[in-house]
């Protein structure tokens, strides 16, 4: 049995010896709320997104309904629609001005808390969101993380915005594959050549996070919705909190430092 596989309180004794990845959501998990409609008014005004918003509205609402591909297909719709023709370098400085922001607005400081507490354990904390990477690098930046993963747009050889995703929309088992592709990278060989796979926290509050959080060696439900949610089936935060901080349990003090 690997370790994935067993409950958080029945580590093998080798657990501790591994590095430790703290993989964090954005949007509804460290902040509250979404963020890429918000975004698009920075950038480009509110008339301009509600015109966007009215043509696509038919994707728009089977998106709502059904998620998945026909989520990536409508929030690629809205970005063709409203950034399309931009100058990426003047929206990437507005971007992040947008992302630090947004986030000092709106974040969860009892989610900012428990990221903070694993940096104090050592760990590598990473940022894992949907949401366009260039907002989303400088919310990682003011968190002094480790490294961003996040839905990337295109840049045409003219420097201006296509109104594309470079590659896929970060969500689901895309944010999964690149977490792991990451993890990947930084994990460093033995010297006998072999690799020790890192110990994976990994929070999250909607179903695009649950691939993340089922391939975690502790997957967190954040969501305000609970029991209710679609990660319903994952602990909640006070009930892997750390040590020093309010619901510590017993399997919490026991995980890798």
């Known amino acids: 049995m690997s370790v994935r596989d067993q409950q958080p309180d029945q580590e093998s004794p080798d657990v501790e010896t591994r590095q430790v990845v703290a ?56 970005y063709l629609r409203v950034l399309r023709g931009r100058d990426a370098s003047d929206v990437s ?11 000092r607005s709106r974040v969860r400081t ?27 690098g400088a919310v990682a930046a003011e968190l002094e993380a480790d490294a961003v993963i996040a839905t990337r747009l295109e840049v045409g050889e003219d420097g201006r915005l296509t109104g594309h995703y470079e590659g896929k929309n970060c969500r689901g088992p895309e944010k999964e594959r690149r977490l792991r592709e990451w993890i990947a990278g930084e994990t460093s060989a033995s010297a006998n050549g072999t690799r020790s796979e890192p110990f994976v926290w990994a929070y999250g509050n909607s179903a695009g996070d649950l691939e993340m959080l089922r391939e975690a060696d502790v997957g967190v439900n954040v969501g305000r919705l609970g029991h209710l949610g679609k990660l319903r089936g994952f602990r909640s935060l006070t009930g892997v909190s750390g040590p020093d901080q309010p619901g510590t349990d017993a399997a919490a003090t026991t995980l890798p430092s």
Not at 126 to 136: G, H, L, M
């Open 23 to 78: 993989a964090f959501d954005l949007d509804g998990t460290l902040t509250s709320g979404g963020s890429v409609w918000q975004f698009l008014v920075y950038i480009a005004g509110r008339a301009r997104v509600l015109l966007a918003g009215l043509v696509d509205l038919p994707k728009l609402s089977i998106a709502a309904v059904a998620g998945g591909s026909a989520n990536d297909s409508a929030k690629e719709a809205l």
């Open 110 to 136: 009892e989610v900012r808390d428990r990221l903070e507490w694993h940096k104090a354990q050592g760990h590598r904390v990473v940022v894992v969101s949907a949401s366009p990477e260039i907002y989303v």
């Open 93 to 103: 400085r507005r971007a992040a001005e947008f992302g630090l922001s947004h986030f």
